[in-house]
């Protein structure tokens, strides 16, 4: 059996025992490896520690019960196997940043549970095949210098209609035959501020300098566009390298595992997805792009 | 109804869009389709800029664009863009993005009560028909001001449709500048 396969193996366990009193021994078990072993392996795959991983998947999960019913804070607690009150506010407001009475009252605000970035989902074996087989996991610092990203943007809560801006763009820069051909092209991805649900802003667009806003005019005029200014941004850059249907699992490994462990913050609810050197973005299959996530040394 | 003609210089634009099919789960005028939804998120990215409030009475006017190039309504599809008009790059919040429009003719026709939510596409069509002209560029605006009382009491609101014209023998073949 590969460290893999055992090590999913214990994710599964987990996934199925997370009300019940378990511990990373019981873990190391489903995994049928010993308990050095495991923990060596589980942080080298999953990076993660194995008892970080089931409090954070506990944490997670709760945030369900909170949002959803209304439940007394304590009893979610106990069903989770905190122990007390005080010890789940703690460990909770050290995972999401705030405790859990104010993420009760977000989410009535936003009228259903809040999607916070650091939220951890179960962890598959896809997931762990994907993040380890590639540079990703650790980024290099990048300064970003002002960009204006022109293209087509729309809200998006479902991949296929990230594919439907792309295909759009690319028949609208068909029509825009005349002048150079784009420099780069960009996905922006914008979080609300309410982070109800899944959804969020995407920019499928290109860099153009004959056409951001300072550059209106020497284009033929095109409607159908929107200009995105950046300012000047400190970025993480991760590699992302699969196929689309993959960068869920990228992005994921950003937001609920690196920035849990690193010392930068996110500096603003967004992501840029980069194609550079001439690179299209793609229509399927594999995809390669940079991921760059702005950072500051304090949390947003 | 005759519309009034105007001439408009170059507008730039702030605000939020969404490109696709508004009308895919909701048809007509409610808050409950993709358009509904953008206004809320407009005034989401809008809220503490300055530049836009939901209390029609104290806000500056709101566009509401539509952009229909024939390749995207073959598909359904069209670009609804919600803003505000600025002077300069710097009002623009990195929430929002820009959107300029043309310098160009417009005909702008008045809508009153139940007229607002009513197809008044078709009016707008006849009248181009009879009066020589056509569309200059493919789209389109509503303009919401201290006129418009909210869905919800519309027998009291008042909009301005803005319909880029062009005489039909005079179509501008290459932008505006």
Same mark, same amino acid.
């Given at each position: 059996?590969?460290?893999? $396969?055992?090590?999913?193996?214990? &994710?599964?366990?987990?996934?199925t025992?997370?009300?019940?009193?378990?511990s990373?021994?019981d873990?190391?078990e489903?995994?049928?490896?010993?308990?050095?072993?495991?923990?060596?392996?589980?942080?080298? &795959?999953? +990076? +993660? #520690?194995?008892?970080?991983?089931l409090m954070? !998947?506990r944490?997670?999960?709760? #945030?369900?019960?909170?949002?959803?019913?209304? !439940?007394?804070?304590?009893?979610?607690?106990?069903?989770?196997?905190?122990?007390?009150?005080? $010890?789940?506010?703690?460990?909770?407001? !050290?995972?999401?940043?705030?405790?859990?009475?104010?993420?009760?009252?977000?989410?009535?605000?936003?009228?259903?549970?809040?999607?916070?970035?650091?939220?951890?989902?179960?962890?598959?074996?896809?997931?762990?095949?994907?993040?380890?087989?590639?540079?990703?996991?650790?980024?290099?610092?990048?300064?970003?210098?002002?960009?204006?990203?022109?293209?087509?943007?729309?809200?998006?809560?479902?991949?296929?209609?990230?594919?439907t801006?792309?295909?759009? &763009?690319? !028949?609208?820069?068909?029509?825009?035959?005349?002048?150079p051909?784009?420099?780069?092209?960009?996905g922006?991805?914008?979080?609300?501020?309410?982070?109800r649900g899944?959804?969020?802003?995407?920019?499928?667009?290109f860099? *153009?300098?004959?056409?951001?806003?300072?550059?209106?005019?020497?284009r033929?005029?095109?409607?159908?566009?929107?200009?995105?200014? &950046?300012?000047?941004?400190?970025?993480?850059?991760?590699?992302?390298?699969?196929?689309?249907?993959?960068?869920?699992?990228?992005?994921?490994?950003?937001?609920?595992?690196?920035?849990?462990?690193?010392?930068w913050?996110?500096? %603003?609810?967004?992501?840029?997805?980069?194609?550079? *050197?001439?690179?299209r973005?793609?229509? *399927?299959g594999?995809?390669?792009? *940079?991921? %760059?996530?702005?950072?500051?040394? $304090?949390?947003? | 109804?005759?519309?009034?003609?105007?001439d408009?210089?170059? =507008?730039?634009?702030a605000g939020?869009?969404?490109?696709?099919?508004?009308?895919?789960?909701?048809?007509?005028?409610?808050?409950?389709?993709?358009?509904?939804r953008?206004?809320?998120?407009f005034?989401e990215?809008?809220?503490?800029?300055?530049l836009?409030?939901?209390?029609?009475?104290?806000?500056?006017?709101?566009?509401?664009?539509?952009?229909?190039?024939?390749?995207?309504?073959?598909?359904?599809?069209?670009?609804?863009?919600?803003?505000v008009?600025?002077?300069?790059?710097?009002?623009?919040? =990195?929430?929002?993005?820009?959107k300029?429009?043309?310098?160009?003719?417009?005909?702008?026709?008045?809508?009153?009560g139940?007229?607002?939510?009513?197809?008044?596409?078709?009016?707008?069509?006849e009248?181009?028909?009879?009066?020589g002209?056509?569309?200059?560029y493919?789209?389109s605006?509503?303009?919401?001001?201290?006129?418009?009382?909210?869905l919800?009491?519309?027998?009291?609101?008042? =909009?301005?449709?803005?319909?880029?014209?062009?005489?039909?023998?005079?179509?501008?073949?290459?932008?505006?500048?």
């Amino acid at each position: 059996m590969s460290q893999l $396969t055992a090590i999913a193996d214990a &994710l599964t366990f987990t996934e199925t025992h997370l009300k019940d009193d378990i511990s990373v021994s019981d873990m190391a078990e489903a995994a049928s490896y010993s308990l050095y072993h495991f923990s060596r392996v589980f942080n080298g &795959l999953v +990076h +993660h #520690t194995p008892y970080d991983y089931l409090m954070r !998947r506990r944490l997670s999960e709760s #945030t369900r019960w909170l949002a959803e019913t209304d !439940r007394k804070i304590v009893d979610i607690a106990f069903e989770y196997h905190f122990g007390s009150h005080e $010890t789940f506010s703690r460990a909770f407001k !050290r995972m999401f940043g705030m405790p859990p009475s104010e993420y009760r009252e977000l989410s009535a605000d936003a009228g259903g549970p809040v999607n916070h970035p650091r939220h951890l989902p179960p962890l598959t074996a896809d997931y762990l095949k994907h993040i380890n087989q590639q540079d990703l996991l650790w980024p290099d610092p990048e300064e970003q210098p002002p960009i204006d990203v022109t293209g087509l943007m729309s809200w998006v809560d479902q991949p296929s209609a990230v594919s439907t801006l792309w295909e759009a &763009l690319e !028949r609208e820069l068909h029509n825009l035959a005349r002048g150079p051909e784009p420099e780069a092209f960009y996905g922006i991805i914008w979080y609300p501020r309410n982070r109800r649900g899944q959804g969020y802003f995407y920019l499928a667009g290109f860099l *153009d300098p004959w056409l951001g806003p300072l550059g209106a005019g020497r284009r033929p005029f095109h409607p159908g566009l929107v200009t995105k200014t &950046l300012p000047d941004l400190v970025c993480a850059r991760f590699v992302h390298s699969g196929t689309r249907g993959c960068l869920p699992f990228t992005r994921g490994y950003i937001y609920h595992t690196w920035f849990s462990h690193a010392s930068w913050g996110a500096a %603003l609810p967004m992501e840029i997805e980069r194609w550079g *050197d001439g690179g299209r973005p793609p229509r *399927d299959g594999a995809c390669a792009c *940079d991921i %760059l996530v702005p950072i500051s040394s $304090t949390e947003l | 109804m005759q519309p009034r003609i105007v001439d408009k210089e170059r =507008i730039m634009l702030a605000g939020v869009s969404f490109f696709g099919d508004p009308f895919a789960e909701t048809g007509g005028w409610t808050e409950e389709n993709e358009i509904g939804r953008l206004w809320k998120r407009f005034f989401e990215a809008a809220a503490g800029t300055g530049l836009a409030c939901e209390d029609p009475k104290s806000a500056s006017p709101i566009l509401e664009v539509h952009v229909e190039g024939p390749e995207a309504a073959a598909r359904g599809h069209r670009e609804v863009f919600i803003g505000v008009q600025i002077d300069e790059l710097d009002e623009v919040t =990195i929430e929002m993005q820009v959107k300029n429009l043309p310098a160009v003719t417009y005909a702008v026709f008045t809508f009153r009560g139940d007229r607002i939510t009513s197809d008044w596409s078709q009016l707008v069509t006849e009248w181009m028909l009879e009066e020589g002209y056509r569309y200059a560029y493919p789209f389109s605006f509503q303009l919401y001001d201290s006129r418009f009382a909210g869905l919800d009491q519309l027998e009291s609101s008042e =909009i301005d449709v803005y319909i880029p014209v062009a005489r039909r023998e005079n179509v501008p073949a290459d932008g505006d500048s």
